[in-house]
């Protein structure tokens, strides 16, 4: 049960990351241009928001697996 345990608590951390900061955000590398020897390129920087239903459902899901281990 141990693989279970280790989901279980993924999933609460997950949940407590996404209530906590309510999304995260990443690097996309875009409009490469190579002119000879000169190299462009543009680092955008994008938002992902996690919904609240999805942090709070993880909290849930992963208490829910932590009894089942339990039990077991």
């Known amino acids: ?3 279970l345990r280790g989901v ?3 999933l609460i951390i ?3 990351l996404g209530l ?3 999304g995260f955000t990443y690097t996309k ?3 490469k241009a190579d ?3 000169l190299h462009l390129s ?3 920087e994008q938002r992902v928001n996690v919904p609240i239903w999805l942090g709070i459902g993880a ?3 992963g208490g829910i697996l932590l009894l089942v281990g339990r039990k077991n």
């Open 8 to 10: 279980a608590l993924a």
């Open 29 to 31: 590398e875009t409009h």
């Open 59 to 61: 909290l849930v899901f």
């Open 1 to 3: 049960m141990n693989g």
């Open 14 to 16: 997950a949940g407590v």
């Open 35 to 37: 002119i000879g020897s």
């Open 42 to 44: 543009v680092d955008e």
């Open 20 to 22: 906590t900061y309510g």
